[in-house]
Structure formats: structure tokens, C-alpha cells
């Protein structure tokens, strides 16, 4: 097939096991199929030239998009530590969703190791994800299957999220501190190389190990601010104090709509953190504001 200015690449990603969605468009997505190599030449061939010998095979895929899948269900899976069927292929068609069945169409099953969410403020949120394969690949189906580039009613332009806090570990999180366009939340699954010796040429088999995330806001400095009597305003004092215990305490990352955009509606993820990190910034006859960095302790739940 020529390749011509204009061509369609996506990656798409099926979560849930049934319904499959566009995770990243040609212009935001890479693949590298790696063959890992290992120096065969013997002692007796002084002088001669490098013979390598291919000891396995591995792949990985890295995406930057806006929210085109189902956070809840990545979320998921990251928790879960499952593998996910991942695809890549030319398209054609209306918004380029059906795929055409390239020869170099791929598919397989791959870990979710890791992904940045920012909730960028009035706007869809964004997802850099990297996928690191824990299977063979295999020639992706024929022609004539349409994916949806987005899980309709899920995510809108003027969507709004939320950092909220509780006091400790067990009061439920009621404190915004950190606004949509200045939020981060990092998911990290550690994977290791779970091939034996006998396995040379094969594809590489990977196994999780372990679980981790964090999260990352600003905020100005709103002394005695007054929202609802629901949602506070989490102030300096309070962060303060929280650094200064140096233990856990309740978070949920949420939607919010009404006054202010205050409110707290439907949440998207939420646990325990530490704040491992306070910085004050105080600029010379401007708002005083502080950046936090929450490190996760223990499980996260996925929703409320």
C-alpha cells in the first residue's frame, strides 16, 4: 500500500472486553517492536566481526490524546493489573474509525504501564499512556469493523475537576485545593521481564510487580475563602498541618458544576495520600500560592 500525505494511523484499545475506542491518532502515537539481541560470537573469534544473536522479541506503544476511552475502565484495568487488547492499523472512512486491514496491522495484549491524566480546566481531560506488550502480535482481523472515537455522554468541552481532601484517614475528603487546569494524576504499574532461559527467540513475557501513583496540583492562597457549607476551601494552615503529621489522608479527584464550580458531583477516583511535598510560593505584591505533591498509600477505588 503507497503511503500517502493524508494517511490515518490510530491505536485503539478495547477495556472493557467488549466495546473497542480510539486511544491515539497518527500524530500522537508511536510503536517500537524491539528485537532484544545478545553477542553470540565465541572466544575463538578474535578479531572477526560481531555476530548477534536475537534472544527475544518485545514491543511497547506510547499515546498522547485527549479523554477518548473510558477513564473508569482504565483506571481499572491499571488497578486490576490486567492486560488489555491493544490494535493498531491504517483507517479510512468517516473520522477515520474503520480499519483497513494493512499488512503491517498489528494486535496483542499489553500491560498499562503507566499514564498521566491532566485535568485541563474547561476542556476534555488528556492521557499520555504507554503500553508495554505482554504477547505475541498477531495480524489484526480483515476489514469493515468501525470503533468510536469517543464513549458518548462521558466527557464534554467545560468539563471541570476537582482535588478534594479530608482532615485525616477516615473524614470523608470535603476541601478543594487545586483546580482542573493545574492537576495531575500519575499511574505507574512496575512490570518485569518474566522470561526464563529457555525462551530465546520468543516474545518477551512481562509480569506486574507493583502499584503506584501520585498526584500533582496548585492553588492560590485563599484565606478564609467561603464556598458552601458543603465544599471549604482548603487553606495553608490545613495543608500545613497535614505535612507536618506525615500521615495518610483521604482524597477524590471529582466533577464539579454549580457556584464556582464548587459542587462536587460524580468522582472519578479516589483513596489515601501523603503530602510528600508543600512548596509556598510568595512573588513580591502578588497571591500567595503552594504546590502539593500527594503520594498514593495504599488501594485506589475507582469511582466514589
Not at 114 to 124: A, G, P, Q, S, V
Request: proline share 3%; hydrophobic share 35%.
Amino acid at each position: 500500500m503507497a503511503t500517502l500525505k493524508g494517511q490515518n494511523f490510530r491505536i485503539l484499545a478495547q477495556l472493557d472486553g467488549t466495546s473497542v475506542s480510539v486511544i491515539g491518532m497518527s500524530t500522537n502515537c508511536t510503536v517500537t517492536l524491539t528485537n532484544n539481541t545478545d553477542e553470540s560470537s565465541v572466544k575463538d573469534d578474535v578479531g572477526l566481526a560481531a555476530k548477534p544473536e536475537v534472544v527475544s522479541k518485545a514491543w511497547s506503544v506510547q499515546v498522547d490524546s485527549l479523554n477518548v476511552v473510558n477513564t473508569a475502565a482504565m483506571l481499572t484495568a491499571f488497578k486490576n493489573m490486567t492486560k488489555i487488547m491493544v490494535m493498531w492499523d491504517e483507517t479510512s472512512t468517516t473520522d477515520n474509525q474503520t480499519h483497513e486491514g494493512a499488512t503491517y496491522g498489528r494486535q496483542g495484549y499489553a500491560f498499562l504501564s503507566d499514564c498521566t491524566f491532566t485535568f485541563n480546566d474547561r476542556e476534555n481531560s488528556a492521557k499520555t499512556l504507554q503500553l508495554v506488550g505482554a504477547s505475541a502480535l498477531t495480524t489484526i482481523p480483515s476489514s469493515g469493523q468501525s470503533y468510536e472515537v469517543l464513549d458518548p455522554g462521558t466527557y464534554t468541552k467545560g468539563q471541570f475537576v476537582r482535588l478534594f481532601l479530608g482532615s485525616d484517614n477516615t473524614t470523608t475528603p470535603a476541601k478543594v485545593i487545586g483546580s482542573a487546569k493545574q492537576l495531575q494524576l500519575h499511574v505507574s504499574l512496575q512490570l518485569e521481564d518474566a522470561s526464563t532461559k529457555d525462551t530465546t527467540g520468543d516474545w518477551q513475557i512481562q509480569e506486574p510487580t507493583g502499584l503506584s501513583y501520585d498526584i500533582t496540583t496548585n492553588a492560590l492562597v485563599r484565606g478564609g475563602d467561603t464556598i458552601t457549607s458543603k465544599v471549604l476551601a482548603q487553606g495553608l494552615s490545613e495543608l500545613e498541618a497535614i505535612y507536618e503529621a506525615g500521615t495518610p489522608v483521604k482524597f477524590q479527584i471529582a466533577n464539579v458544576s454549580g457556584a464556582n464550580q464548587r459542587t462536587k458531583g460524580a468522582v472519578i477516583i479516589s483513596g489515601s495520600v501523603i503530602l510528600s511535598q508543600l512548596t509556598i510560593n510568595a512573588p513580591n505584591r502578588q497571591n500567595t500560592s503552594y504546590d502539593a505533591q500527594l503520594a498514593g498509600w495504599g488501594p485506589f477505588v475507582v469511582g466514589a
